[in-house]
Every structure is written in C-alpha cells, then in structure tokens.
C-alpha cells in the first residue's frame, strides 16, 4: 500500500546562531492510508511546528513533505487552496468556530469557500451531525453551547469535505475528561467505521491511546515509536506503555529505553 503522507527529513530551524532553535531537525516518517496516529513530545518539541509544516502554514526549510505522492511545497493557487481546504481537514485546540455564526454556518464555511452547493453538502452534515451528536446544537450560536459540542462541531466542519487526512492539534486541551474522553470516541469510531486517516498531536495520554500508533519527539527528532497490538493489548495497556515513555520525557533522548 502507497503512504498517504511522507515526511522526509524535514527541517525547521528559527533564529540564528547563537540564539537558534532547531525546532524540527530531521525528522522522517510516513502516514498509511487509514491510520490513526499519534505525536507526542514535551512541551517546545516541535510537535505544532510539524503539523503547521504540514497544513503549509510555515515552510520548512528543507526536507519533503508529500501528500499522494505530490510535494506539497510544490503547490501553489488553485491546487494548494484544493490541498488546504480539501485534502486536509484542520482540528484546532481552541475550536476556532465564527462566533457570528451558527452551528450549521460554522460547519457550512468549507463548502461555500469550495463553492460546493448546500443541497451537495447537506446530506454529510446531517449525517455528520447526528454522529457526533450535536444535532440540537446546529441551529445555536458558539456562545450558547458547551466546549465539547464546540469541539464536535468543530470536527464536523474538518470533516465535512471528506479530507484524506484530519490534522488535530491538541484537540482534547481545552476539553474535561468527559468530553475528550467523548471527542476522542467520535474520532476513533470514524476512523475505524470510515477509514479516516488522523494524524493527533497531543500532551494527553489518555488522548494518545486512541491511537493505533505513535511518534514521541524530543529536540526536533523522533526518538521512540509505540505501536498497539489491536489484537492483544487492551486500552488501558496501551495507555500504560503510553505513560511509560512520558514518564522519560525531558530525560533526555539518550538514556530513554
Ligand atoms: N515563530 C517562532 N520563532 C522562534 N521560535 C519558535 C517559533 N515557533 C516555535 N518556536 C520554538 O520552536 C520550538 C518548537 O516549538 P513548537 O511550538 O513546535 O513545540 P510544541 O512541541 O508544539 O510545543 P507545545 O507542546 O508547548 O505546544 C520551541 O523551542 C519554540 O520555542
């Protein structure tokens, strides 16, 4: 089976010498058609610096990044506003949801950006809605709803152009444990029922035992990979071997397992 995602060797440095952060500094790995990955690190590991390298919101300064085969930094016009807005679907911590707009609005931006008509639209988000149960909240304001039903509703709007890839940044820390623990139902459900690939970066290792493989940085590399065996390990072991490894984090890379 062909990647769906390839990051190879990528590099992102800010400053200059002496004062120089090198933020992502070689880092390779490849996403499968399906997968439900994981990054984890501490805090200043380069986590969001990679996923922003991959929503094109910063160029790294060296390195690949293909997305199908096609080199993303390659893209321009047309094709990279297809790319953003279709090919990757964007989960943000802090919902990032219009005020001035209802729920249903909020979910709507995508498709009236991509001038998909609602009658086109309409069905996903009905069935998209009912899933993530957040049906009642269509016709409501930001304002007037909880942080979780933000942030399902959120993910609706991610997913509502059935992107490859969902990019979900944190999506869990602004939540309670009720509703992360909910979110992440939702989001494990979709790409176990409908093969959505995810790609989560995450503190939470709660959050983080979702997920069917993960990819702990430190100082801008990949020092440890964790992979569930769906078939013999529960959950919660997962989640333990999850804690393990954090538990070394900020130990430096050298002297972890
Ligand atoms: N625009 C910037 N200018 C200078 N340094 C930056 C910039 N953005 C990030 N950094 C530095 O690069 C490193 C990686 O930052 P990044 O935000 O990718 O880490 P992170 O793992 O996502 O951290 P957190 O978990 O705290 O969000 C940090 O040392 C950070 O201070």
Known sequence: ???LLEIEDLKKYYGKEPNQTKALNGITFQVMPGEFLGIMGSSGSGKST?????ATVIQPDSGKIRMKGTEIQRLKG???AGYRGKEIGYLFQNFELLDNLTGRENIMVPLSIHNISEAEGGKRLEQLAEYLEITEVLDKFPSQMSGGQKQRLAAARALILNPGIILADEPTGALDSRNAKALMEKLAGLNRDDKTTV?????????ASYCKRILFIQDGVIFHELRRDLLAETQQQFYERILQVMAQLGGGSANVL
């Open 78 to 80: 047309k094709k990279l």
């Open 50 to 54: 990679l996923l922003n390298c991959i």
């Open 199 to 207: 790609l989560m970066v995450t503190h939470d290792s709660n959050a």
């Open 1 to 3: 089976m062909d990647a």
